[in-house]
């Protein structure tokens, strides 16, 4: 076995109810001056008042800045950061989805480190530690919570790029189902996805290892099981708990494993076509667990046996197809599109997509087969021109 590492938030609060305990935590870190960074939907739908709350009764008045834009880019992140520049504040309060989440992690460090954001992207380049933060996920499905990385849209290059580091991890993270139960379908499809991506692409990613593999799979157990009826039915409380405690475990071994080609290939659709980072993941899952899957077979079959799968008397090799076909529908029945011409990708784009995905060392270099600039570009084909479920080649 060779030398990792496991990181996760500080402190790590789960449970119905829990996000009582923002005030408490908010004391522990001797918070003088603190201010939530949202979206104006969140503000728009009261959820905050149960996070103001228990910071008054702690003692506590915070500040609100709520112009965080969905799958934001870099220009956002230094408005925010020019708002709240010298204003004192000794807590960031991140409450939302992904972007909310992975905005307040950078502007924590930007509080703290001078240079132009820009310089931050890739593995480790923050010097100094951030503001203390508090995070709080009101979807089930980054996982942003309890992982180092954020990743922003760069409208020059047009593509997603990734911020990692240590110092982007909070003080605490708080995940309450209920903070859930308003998440319309297409939100609860899209995120519940994405936290199945992550669960899957961490569990047959290179860096896998024993202390990501049963969170892993305990996250795809927990997600496929209750995310139907979490779309549908999103007041199934038992549903909303089982997906808000799946997102959080893939978000912990994404965090530690990494993922891999799905996220490469999703980062182009994102920049370039405005496709939701959830629904770009997911579309895209199927088809390059096609080419992933013979890589590592015995991986492959016990994803398969994870999602629910009878894989009694199969071989290795029908198993891993059995997962990708059920991956597949799984996509389908929550409404996920299921072919790049859905979300507006001409086959005229495919080469530019292709080559954009292929820099994307650091996810590609983690993939569990090694792929190259022609299959990143059959990929893309292949998920263009989808009209039958993907088996295995």
């Known amino acids: 076995?060779?030398?990792?590492?496991?990181?996760?938030?500080?402190?790590?609060?789960?449970?119905?109810?829990?996000?009582?305990?923002?005030?408490?935590?908010?004391?522990?870190?001797?918070?003088t001056k603190a201010i939530i960074v949202t979206d104006k939907i969140i503000r728009e739908t009261g959820l905050l008042s149960?996070?103001?709350?228990?910071?008054?009764?702690?003692?506590?008045?915070?500040?609100i800045i709520d112009d965080v834009v969905p799958e934001p880019p870099f220009e956002n992140l230094e408005q925010l950061a020019a708002q709240i520049e010298g204003k004192g504040y000794d807590?960031?309060?991140?409450?939302?989805?992904?972007?909310?989440?992975?905005?307040t992690k950078v502007l924590s460090i930007m509080l703290t480190n001078k240079e132009d954001v820009r310089e931050f992207v890739g593995i480790e380049k923050v010097k100094n530690?951030?503001?203390?933060?508090?995070?709080?996920?009101?979807?089930?499905?980054?996982?942003?919570?309890?992982?180092?990385?954020?990743?922003?849209?760069?409208?020059?290059?047009?593509?997603?790029?990734g911020i990692v580091s240590p110092y982007l991890l909070p003080s605490v993270a708080i995940v309450d189902a209920e903070l859930t139960l308003s998440v319309p379908p297409?939100?609860?499809?899209?995120?519940?996805?994405d936290a199945l991506v992550h669960a899957v692409e961490s569990y047959t990613a290179i860096r896998a290892g024993e202390l990501t593999d049963g969170i892993a799979l305990q996250a795809i157990k927990l997600i496929s099981r209750s995310i139907r009826k979490a779309v549908y039915n999103g007041k199934d409380l038992k549903a909303r708990e089982n997906m808000a405690m799946g997102s959080l475990l893939a978000g912990i071994s994404l965090g530690n494993a990494g993922v891999g080609a799905v996220h490469a290939l999703a980062y182009p659709l994102g920049g370039k076509f405005k496709v939701p980072h959830g629904v770009a993941n997911s579309l895209l899952l199927p088809f390059v667990m096609k080419y992933n899957a013979v890589a590592d077979l015995k991986k492959f079959a016990e994803v398969a046996e994870a999602l629910g799968?009878?894989?009694?008397?199969?071989?290795?090799?029908?198993?891993?197809?059995?997962?990708?076909?059920?991956?597949?529908?799984?996509?389908?029945?929550?409404?996920?599109p299921s072919s790049l011409k859905e979300v507006g990708v001409t086959a005229s784009d495919i080469p530019a997509l292709a080559e954009e995905a292929s820099k994307v060392d650091r996810l590609l270099n983690n993939n569990p087969r090694w792929l190259t600039m022609k299959e990143i570009q059959k990929i893309y084909e292949?998920?263009?021109?989808?009209?039958?479920?993907?088996?295995?080649?």
């Open 91 to 103: 807590l960031l309060i991140g409450v939302g989805g992904g972007s909310a989440l992975d905005i």
């Open 50 to 63: 149960k996070v103001t709350e228990p910071l008054s009764a702690a003692g506590l008045e915070a500040d």
């Open 309 to 336: 799968e009878n894989i009694e008397g199969l071989s290795l090799r029908e198993a891993a197809d059995r997962a990708v076909a059920a991956l597949a529908q799984l996509s389908r029945d929550v409404g996920i």
């Open 1 to 31: 076995m060779g030398i990792s590492y496991f990181r996760t938030a500080g402190t790590l609060i789960t449970g119905t109810g829990s996000i009582a305990e923002v005030g408490e935590q908010a004391k522990k870190l001797e918070a």
């Open 382 to 393: 292949e998920a263009y021109g989808a009209v039958e479920e993907p088996s295995l080649t």
């Open 186 to 193: 297409a939100v609860t499809a899209a995120t519940g996805m």
């Open 129 to 161: 530690p951030g503001v203390p933060m508090i995070l709080v996920p009101t979807t089930a499905g980054t996982g942003s919570e309890v992982t180092y990385n954020a990743i922003f849209t760069d409208t020059r290059d047009k593509v997603k790029k």
